[in-house]
């Protein structure tokens, strides 16, 4: 089955750039979608198709997608970022929705 | 606005069954696929189930297969997880999430989930 890996932690700087990266077996072929999860709450989507996304997500937050990499960005870092991020993917060869293992983000 | 509440969760003995349900409101329903969603305590997101907006078709994590039934009452706007076998594993919150789509797709809204606890 298709594995999405992902870094267990990262810290940043408030103000401060945060890239959040989510690795797959030509994962540049597929549709990335990108999840927030803040402490207690239940998962926000934040970026899908690769880099679209919902309204009344911010500007500061975008993502990228090519080769073996996704990358979920975050300019600018505030505390209210603090979250767990998600990346998730449809395998079409095995019609199961995977998600990676995610990224717990601290603003430092 | 988009809200789905999830209920049915609660704690249940190793092997017992249990059906979870998902109440849906703010549109409409019976045009959307829905999943579900579940997350062992400390973990990460494990996608558990999609069925279609008429029902006419289910998928399931390879993991989970055999042992859980989705479905779904449209003239209720519910959606229905039933699990049986249950173990310890299985110890989670459980969120149902509406899909773009009438066939799936993103999981644009998710609900505030329902927790499940498997112990003796």
């Known amino acids: 089955s298709y594995v999405l890996s992902q870094a267990p932690s990262m810290s940043v700087a408030p103000g401060q750039t945060a890239s959040i990266p989510c690795g797959g077996n030509d994962i540049g072929s597929k549709s990335v979608h990108w999840f927030q999860q803040r402490p207690g709450q239940a998962p926000v989507l934040v970026v899908f198709d690769d880099g679209d996304r919902p309204s009344g997500i911010p500007e500061r937050i975008s993502g990228f997608n090519s080769g073996n990499t996704a990358t979920l960005t975050i300019s600018r870092v505030e505390a209210g970022d603090e979250a767990d991020y998600y990346c998730?993917?449809?395998?079409?060869?095995?019609?199961?929705?995977?998600f990676g293992g995610g990224t717990r983000l601290t603003v430092l | 606005q988009v809200q789905l509440v999830e209920s049915g969760g609660g704690v249940v003995q190793p092997g017992r069954s249990l059906r979870l349900s998902c109440a849906a409101s703010?549109?409409?329903?019976?045009?959307?696929?829905m999943h579900w969603v579940r997350q062992a305590p400390g973990k990460g997101l494990e996608w558990v189930s999609l069925i279609w907006w008429d029902g006419s078709n289910e998928n399931y994590a390879d993991s989970l297969r055999g042992r859980l039934t989705v479905s779904r009452d449209n003239s209720k706007n519910t959606l229905y997880l039933q699990m049986n076998s249950l173990r310890a594993e299985d110890t989670a919150v459980y969120y149902c999430?509406?899909?773009?789509?009438?066939?799936?797709?993103?999981?644009?809204?998710w609900g505030q989930g329902t927790l499940v606890i498997v112990s003796s």
């Open positions: 703010g549109f409409n329903f019976s045009n959307y696929g």
């Open positions: 999430a509406r899909g773009r789509y009438t066939s799936g797709g993103i999981l644009e809204d």
């Open positions: 998730q993917v449809w395998d079409r060869s095995s019609d199961q929705w995977v």
